[in-house]
């Protein structure tokens, strides 16, 4: 390792390498310090069951990956990115063999739901689609006056709203509403809570403008296209290499840390102010996951014929199964029918299993820190809708929520997002500040998921963070 950077990056998840790419842009020299054997963080793939099955670890679908407005400007698809788009984007299944299926087209999209509520989910996802680039312009980043305030409004007017008062007051049959739970529940906070609207109307707006794909040979395909594109620009990668101290960091201008509170704390908590570091020790963590990776000898059986062309199916049953469930797991109790979301990425993309053999992704949401194994619980959700299924498993592995924090350290009791993405830690993230990517300390700064807009494959938070950087160390302007 050089002695001296412009820029070192603590952390190779996708807003570390976010970071990367802005501050190489900018003409700096950049380190990427990554304390795992293999960068990426939550984009990685391995052969967890059996030779010759790739699965990802952690996330697997990526609808913010191909709208994020800064991986959107990459030129990912030169360095070998591949990205796969099922015909249906989403099913969700019930009792009765009928499901609620998710098309690009919105048009498609309504034949699936009550004839009662086709004309309010049209309405709904018409307007947010068509709004899209600029309501996105204004929610994934730091809290700040709106660019587009008319397009804000109205997208803000539902999002507030907790996901059950939503959709009881859109939708009138429980095919919509269990749909709209699913997607909300996405946001890991019980449903009756404000602001768990606004992921079930981004997630549904985004199966409509761009899709919710997948990429080709698995999650570490984005990785290896940042990495490759990151190498281009000059930047340089050490593996195996934890920090345990900043003081082991190589000279720069600027660190920035895509890790969560608790790690800041253990590795720069010396060099904080005491009242920043009380800030962070009160960071609230949500709830964690519990995940199963089949490999299975047959495509699985569901008993709705949607559900067998989907990329994703939520496994659910209806709005109150569904309400209840993640009441319980905030609560810290494991259900007995939990949300199951699953993705089935073989059926689309053969390089993930021998021929004619399968993969299939699958979890669901648990108290932070349970160790609670839940895989006979997730097989007899995903039997309860493919009844047959469990004679298609050859082979399975399963991880606990301390489990992946094991596997990825910014997954503090398994919670995947960061941090509780609440009204209280949506944009006042890690700290309330209108520079939350900033630390008191000269020329330290925060990208991880902790920081706004939080969770997911979208590397919006290192960008912005970047930006901060790029203004305060360099005096210089990053651009999307």
Known sequence: ???????????????????????????????????????????????????????????????????????????????????????????????????????????????????????????????????????????????????????????????????????????????????????????????????TAAFGIILGTLAHVTGWPLPKGGSQAITEALRSYISSLGGEFYTNTPVASLSELPDSKAVLLDITPKQILQIAGDRLPEAYRKKLEAYRYGTG??????????????KNDGCRQAGVVHIGGTFDEILESENMVWSGKNPKFPLVLLAQQSLFDTSRAPEGKHTVWAYCHTPNGSTEDRTEVIENQIERFAPGFKETIIAKHSMNSMDFQSYDPNYIGGDINGGVQDWRQLFTRPVISLRP????????????????????????????????????????????
């Open 289 to 302: 996951v519990f995940k199963v990776d089949f490999a299975t000898n047959s495509p699985i059986p569901f």
């Open 1 to 195: 390792m050089k002695t001296q950077y412009d820029a070192v990056i603590v952390g190779s998840g996708p807003n570390g390498l976010a970071a990367a790419i802005t501050m190489l842009k900018a003409g700096k020299t950049v380190a990427v310090i990554e304390a795992k054997e293999t960068i990426g963080g939550g984009m990685r793939s391995k052969e967890l069951t059996l030779p010759g099955y790739v699965h990802d670890v952690c996330s697997a679908i990526h609808p913010l990956g191909i709208a994020s407005p800064f991986f959107a400007k990459l030129p990912l698809k030169e360095h070998g990115l591949e990205w796969i788009f099922p015909p249906v984007l989403l099913a969700h299944p019930f009792d009765d063999g009928s499901a609620s299926i998710v098309k690009r087209s919105i048009t498609s999209t309504v034949r699936t739901i009550d004839p009662n509520d086709s004309e309010a989910y049209y309405r709904l996802m018409q307007d947010m689609s068509s709004r899209w680039y600029q309501i996105a312009d204004d929610i994934l980043g730091p809290l700040r006056f709106p660019r587009h305030p008319f397009a804000l409004l109205s997208f803000g007017i539902g999002a507030i709203q907790s996901a059950k008062n939503f959709a009881e007051r859109h939708f009138k049959n429980f095919r919509a509403q269990a749909l709209f739970a699913g997607l909300a529940a996405h946001s890991m906070i019980p449903l009756e809570r404000p602001l």
């Open 437 to 480: 990517y900033k630390t008191p300390v000269k020329g330290l700064y925060i990208c991880s998921s902790s920081t706004p807009p939080g969770g997911g494959v979208h590397g919006m938070c290192g960008f912005h963070a970047a930006k901060q950087a790029l203004k305060d160390v360099f005096n210089l302007k990053a651009k999307l």
